[in-house]
């Protein structure tokens, strides 16, 4: 395929790749624990990263890594220290990392505006060696994190106070899903951009769950769209004139839209059958204490 | 299950002396924000006991829980489970916990054996779930009668049944201390009579039991002792009051304001 054959074009796929992997497998425990949108938080965090690594001179997704993970466990803190308006405090690290990002760009002698803009919505083409080196090393931290500890990832983000009656590390491992998240952002930025990074955290794991049941499955689902979708994506960029980032994200998008009208009468039929499953115990004139476990609801 | 218990232990309102305690809460005070939650709470539970924490709404009964296992600190007191101070306490496998919840499910789908094997890692913690472990969370599912959707995702339960999985996810670790926040809110009469039945079973293997309750309901006939909390003070430790049992049998409409309700209830108590 004459797409393979460009080296710069080899890089963006992988990095497509392994962004389509890592974001959907740290997203889908922000999605679990309701936390949706902290990658667009670390995100516009990670802004600042990059200003300094323009100030800096030194590869601006190190820099952007470091930041955002101090950004993510400030998050964390005040989500699990904050009083009444952790809100606030978070929409000032939200801004303030925007702000300070675009003030360090235009400090710098190398940075422009129109720099930053490949940051924040991603430029595969200029995916650079070092780049691609970075963001392999990254990911395959990600994936030991999001995979390897899943079973107590998935405990503290279904029931925080239950995890912590297990004698889960609850407050280490809440961090760890912050500083994987932040870790995943410095990954994708590249490709789809830090404005659009929480998209490929959130969105395929929204798709996935459609039409899933277990959270194995929603995983595996989550992943492998989002692949397709960053791959897919990557791809379209090269033999037509979009932009590799907005193209990824609205495929997810359409993906969504598919699933979710696929689901609706699976759903509806799923329902009729659990509704026809209950009136049975509340029709029946048994007593409580009639009753033998495993009894009353059957499939 | 190599449970010991002394069959022939007293069931009375009073602890025997010399049975070991389970949870010890000694002169308990603690706050939520400026307001006193607890203000001196003593409560001991022993092995094989089952009590029932009860009180009117804000009257501490869910914090006194809550502080014993630690997620609300104490001003002042002391805590000890299994003869261990709370915060040396590391044996979480010996505790089953089930907070207060209306639902198991959370923001992505899991199926039932999914949310009850994660109260198996208080035994395999860091570690894979070994074929016992996979074997005690099916016989859990199996205790509170969901043997046959334990494929089922939890958002596809009904209020009843999100509880028995909220129970399930307790009983996995197998564990010698059940710590319930109200588990029968919300949950419908069969499903009542379904919890009741794991519970009494449970018991009958010679599990501790401490549940907070609103009413006495299906459970009451295994309630050994019932420790009434009032405004962050315990008034009265002793048998299950009569009026609440009466008042909570199945039937009985629970209309009433709880102001009227209380005072009732401490008239005859106090």
Redesign the interface.
Same mark, same amino acid.
């Given at each position: 395929m004459e797409i393979l054959e460009t080296a710069f074009m080899q890089r963006a796929l992988i990095a497509a790749l392994l962004v389509g992997i890592t974001a959907p497998a740290i997203g889908i425990y922000l999605v679990q624990r309701r936390q949706a949108l902290l990658g667009d938080g670390i995100g516009h965090v990670a802004m600042t990263g990059v200003g300094l690594g323009f100030l800096l001179s030194t590869n601006p997704i190190w820099m952007a890594t470091l930041v955002s993970i101090i950004g993510a466990i400030a998050m964390e803190l005040i989500r699990t220290y904050g009083k009444t308006r952790g809100d606030i405090a978070l929409a000032m690290l939200f801004y303030g990392g925007m702000a300070g990002g675009v003030l360090l760009i235009n400090l710098s002698d190398t940075g422009s505006t129109a720099n930053l803009s490949s940051f924040l919505f991603g430029s595969l083409s200029t995916v650079s060696d070092a780049d691609l080196t970075a963001i392999a090393a990254l990911a395959a931290l990600v994936m030991l994190v999001s995979v390897g500890l899943r079973r107590q990832l998935f405990a503290v983000s279904q029931d925080e106070d239950f995890a912590r009656v297990t004698g889960l590390p609850v407050r280490a491992l809440n961090l760890l899903i912050a500083v994987t998240a932040a870790v995943t952002v410095s990954v994708a930025m590249r490709v789809v951009g830090l404005l659009l990074v929480s998209a490929l955290m959130v969105v395929p794991v929204a798709a996935a769950q459609q039409i899933t049941r277990s959270f194995k499955a929603t995983f595996a689902l989550a992943v492998g769209i989002g692949v397709t979708v960053a791959v897919a994506g990557t791809s379209t960029s090269y033999y037509q004139d979009v932009p590799p980032g907005a193209t990824i994200v609205l495929l997810a998008i359409a993906v969504f839209i598919a699933l979710t009208a696929l689901a609706t009468p699976l759903a509806r039929r799923r329902a009729r059958a659990a509704e026809a499953d209950m009136d049975r115990p509340e029709c029946g004139s048994e007593l409580p204490g009639m009753r033998q476990p495993g009894g009353d609801v059957r499939v | 299950m190599n449970r010991l218990r002394a069959m022939t232990q007293p069931r009375e309102a009073t602890v025997p002396s010399g049975s070991e305690p389970v949870i010890s809460l000694c002169g308990a005070r603690a706050s939520l924000g400026s307001r006193p939650v607890l203000r001196g709470v003593d409560l001991t539970v022993t092995r094989g006991e089952v009590v029932a924490l009860l009180g009117a709404n804000g009257s501490g009964k869910s914090t006194a829980v809550r502080a014993v /296992?630690?997620?609300v600190p104490l001003t002042d007191g002391e805590i000890a489970l299994f003869g261990t101070e709370l915060r040396r306490f590391?044996q979480?496998?010996r /505790?089953g916990?089930v907070?207060q $919840?209306t639902t198991?499910a959370?923001? =992505?789908?899991?199926?039932i054996r999914? =949310?009850v094997?994660?109260?198996r +890692?208080?035994r395999? $913690? +860091?570690g894979r779930?070994s074929r016992v472990d996979r074997a005690a969370v099916d016989h859990a599912i199996? +205790? =509170?009668?969901?043997? %046959?959707?334990a494929? %089922?995702?939890v958002s596809?339960l009904?209020g009843g049944?999100h509880q028995r999985v909220l129970i399930a996810?307790a009983l996995a670790?197998e564990p010698e201390l059940l /710590?319930m926040d109200e588990p029968m809110a919300g949950v %419908? +009469? *069969?499903?009542?009579? /379904?919890l *009741? %039945?794991?519970l009494r079973e449970q018991v009958a293997a010679g599990t501790t039991v401490l549940l907070v309750l609103h009413e006495l309901g *299906?459970i009451e006939p295994l309630i050994d002792r019932a420790v009434v909390l009032r405004d962050g003070c315990v008034v009265h430790d002793g048998p299950p009051p009569k009026a609440m049992g009466q008042h909570a049998l199945?039937g009985h409409d629970h209309v009433h304001p709880h102001a009227a309700d209380e005072s009732l209830r401490t008239g005859l108590l106090t």
């Open positions: - | /296992i630690g997620q590391r979480w496998s /505790i916990y907070p $919840r198991a959370s923001g =992505v789908p899991a199926t999914e =949310v094997s994660s109260g +890692l208080s395999a $913690r +860091l779930l199996e +205790l =509170v009668g969901l043997g %046959d959707r494929k %089922d995702s596809a009904s049944q996810r670790s /710590i %419908d +009469l *069969a499903s009542q009579g /379904i *009741a %039945d794991t *299906a199945p």
